[in-house]
């Protein structure tokens, strides 16, 4: 547990942000980020893990 929590940290700040928000894609949990290989390189990131570049104007993930 305490690794897949570290591995939040290096996600790209606007990532945060969204988690944080509640924003993020509906796919990604921490269930999910488990299994994933997240690039270090915030540019690979969004295209990695499929992040929505308009993810400001999303409803939260507890609005579905």
């Not at 509906?26 to 690039?39: G, R, S, V, Y």
């Not at 308009?54 to 409803?59: E, G, L, T």
Request: proline content about 6%; some cysteine.
């Amino acid at each position: 547990y305490d690794h897949a929590v570290l591995r939040l940290a290096f996600l790209a700040p606007d990532f945060q942000r969204d988690i944080l928000r509640g924003l993020q894609p509906h796919h990604f949990n921490l269930e999910a980020m488990k299994t994933l290989a997240i690039p270090l390189a915030w540019s690979q990131q969004r295209e990695a893990l499929r992040w929505d570049h308009n993810s400001d104007h999303a409803a939260p993930c507890s609005a579905q």
